[in-house]
């Protein structure tokens, strides 16, 4: 190799770096010995920063765009300033390429659950789980706080201490929310700008941002949840005992099967009407009695009479005025009566509800005068 060759090596290079991996945040680049060539070419592309190290101190940071490293404020050392070392510079500087994208969907839920005093319920324990998206907002700091000399640092080595803190920042603005278990669903997308704006600071101090922050869902414990369940079934249902009279006459078409499951039902139903009944009632128990109290029943409905004399109809009569026209005479055994619901023209002596009206005695004759 020529020195003209030999030359032409030492002062071209081309420093640059493509990702084709979907989780690296931090790569270095390889250079045999970490030397830096004077004239060498610097490509950063959109979506990464690229941070200067020399001698062990961070020297200069580059945003996107292509550079010339070619003069002398540049905080790298090249073998051309150096000829009595024979090209060979013994100042080393390293470059490191920090992905500033953003890196979207990573998981993030409480291990534990978290406990907290609803206003409605009392204490209660909640669980949530969710996503976020975490960048790199300051190259530098974020190199020196986290990386270090890592020559490839990826999402997985800095998300579990990610999702620490947000755990833990998650849980005391629960706590410190107030808001009731009922209205969590409603008020996520706040809860989650609350904790963004909390942790940002913290964040902040390792070189990061969290642009985005989602609740996806607040769940109580399942015994709890089942008990809410049931709550809500019987604001469905609503008047109970006009549900089980449904339930009852679906079943009308049922087995034997069905049958069972309806009595035991309409038992469950007694049940609870009996508790509600006993939690209603006064010191002695007055209360229990006068809703345990069956009302009368209806009045028997009077019947109406027609009289069939001569071919002739007459009526209605009632009772009362049959009874009359007995005992006047005008009524007898053998005269033919009829009501509505009876089977045709009868005797009057052969209906029962008659026929007690011409088993009334005569009133005495009057004692003698004087």
Excluded at 11 to 32: A, G, K, L, S, Y
Excluded at 52 to 75: K, R, S, W
Aim: charged share 20%; with cysteine.
């Amino acid at each position: 190799m020529g020195i003209f060759d030999f030359l032409s090596g030492e002062f071209i290079d081309v420093i640059h770096w493509t990702d084709n991996t979907r989780d690296t945040m931090v790569w270095r680049f390889e250079r045999e010995g970490h030397e830096i060539k004077y004239g060498a070419k610097l490509t950063v592309r959109e979506g990464q920063a690229a941070v200067f190290v020399h001698e062990g101190q961070l020297a200069d940071v580059f945003t996107p765009g292509l550079y010339m490293l070619e003069t002398n404020n540049m905080p790298v050392m090249t073998t051309l300033q150096h000829w009595d070392h024979g090209f060979r510079s013994p100042f080393k500087s390293e470059v490191y390429f920090v992905n500033t994208t953003r890196f979207n969907d990573l998981k993030w839920g409480t291990k534990n659950p978290i406990i907290c005093r609803d206003p409605e319920f009392g204490p209660v324990r909640l669980r949530a789980f969710g996503t976020y998206s975490i960048k790199v907002a300051d190259p530098a700091k974020f190199l020196v706080e986290i990386v270090g000399t890592d020559g490839e640092f990826t999402m997985d080595e800095i998300s579990f201490q990610i999702r620490n803190i947000l755990v833990q920042e998650f849980s005391r603005t629960l706590a410190r929310a107030g808001i009731p278990v009922m209205d969590m669903a409603a008020n996520t997308r706040e809860l989650g700008q609350l904790v963004g704006r909390e942790i940002a600071a913290q964040l902040a101090e390792y070189g990061l941002a969290m642009p985005e922050l989602y609740i996806e869902n607040i769940s109580l414990p399942p015994a709890v949840e089942e008990v809410m369940d049931k709550r809500s079934s019987m604001g469905v249902i609503g008047n109970l005992n006009e549900y089980m009279q449904f339930q009852a006459a679906e079943a009308l078409g049922r087995d034997g099967a069905g049958a069972a499951a309806i009595q035991a039902g309409l038992g469950a139903g007694l049940g609870m009407q009996i508790g509600q009944a006993a939690a209603q009632q006064g010191p002695w128990g007055a209360r229990a009695q006068a809703s345990a109290a069956v009302p009368p029943p209806p009045p028997p409905v009077e019947h109406v009479w027609h009289i069939a004399e001569n071919g002739q109809t007459t009526g209605p009569f009632s009772k009362a005025a049959l009874g009359r026209m007995a005992t006047d005479g005008g009524l007898t055994r053998e005269t033919l009566v009829w009501t509505p619901g009876q089977d045709g023209w009868m005797a009057a002596g052969d209906v029962m509800e008659l026929a007690q009206l011409f088993t009334v005695l005569p009133p005495p004759p009057p004692p003698p005068a004087g």
